[in-house]
């Protein structure tokens, strides 16, 4: 359908030119498609295992699910993604109150965030509380997150508060998937 490839050309090209490229999906991560964000995803491995691949990928083909013939039409859907570095920063309280409220009300509501490397920075006390606002809200709502990370939900505590990494860790429930293998990009030189 014409809908269903505009959207799909918008969101390739705002992917990174290097996670364009297709690649398998594991099982587990079709399965958490098929159930409609029911749940939130939780990739997590080793440094350069394919995790953000994995997560990029993963939102198109969600996307694609969201356009299928047997899903009622609801509209497109607003896909966030960041970089949690690039959101802890846009989160600070310094800048304009708010810019910084129409984000966090943005990415309470959006029908899907994706949050890439969320153990790469700490996030400060406040940002802490203003990822709470946006987690809290998801969590009440079952709104999905698709979240990358080398710990688990449950180890992020410091870097979330413990509010956060508790509910994460029950958004995720089964949907943890530990992907395994060797750093990718040391295989590329070779
Ligand atoms: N399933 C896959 N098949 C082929 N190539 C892949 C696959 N997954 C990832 N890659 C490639 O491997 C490299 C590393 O992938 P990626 O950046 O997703 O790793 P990562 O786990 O997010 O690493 P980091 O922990 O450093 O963020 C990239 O070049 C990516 O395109
Ligand atoms: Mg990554």
Known sequence: MERSHAALERFDERTPLIYRKPIELP????QWIAGWGGSSL?????IGVGKTHTAWRTCRRWLEAWYAPSRPWSGGPDI???RSTAL???LRPDGPDEIRRTLVTELQKCDLLFIDDLAAAKASPWTQERLFEIFDERYINRRPVI???DVLPTELSDITGPRVSSRL??????SVVLLEGDDRRKGVAA
């Open 80 to 82: 966030r993604t960041f």
């Open 169 to 174: 860790a029950e958004m995720c429930g089964d």
């Open 42 to 46: 939780f990739l997590t491995g080793a």
């Open 27 to 30: 099982d587990d991560v079709h």
């Open 88 to 90: 802890f920063d846009a």
């Open 147 to 149: 979240v990358t990370c």
